[in-house]
């Protein structure tokens, strides 16, 4: 079972996040990470980590362009 992280445990975000602090991150699940979040990982050792600039960088994306349904397609405003 994965833990639902708080913003009071991370009041600085990690710069390198792996997929589960990285769906908390943007407060979304981590089946919708999966689904809806283009950034890729990068390797790190053994590990898959999430740049935290690329995932804003995602969302600032997402903001410019207006809000988002659930299938990911722009509504117009």
């Known amino acids: 079972m994965v833990r639902k992280l708080s913003l009071s445990e991370y009041p600085d975000w990690p710069r390198m996040m792996s997929k589960s602090t990285a ?13 809806y979040v283009p950034v890729e990982s990068l390797p790190f050792g053994s590990r898959a980590l999430y740049d935290r600039e690329e995932l804003d960088q995602f969302v600032s994306g997402l903001t410019n362009r207006g809000p988002i349904d659930l299938v990911g397609s722009y509504m117009e405003h």
């Open 23 to 35: 769906a908390a991150y943007l407060d979304v699940s981590i089946a919708t990470f999966e689904k």
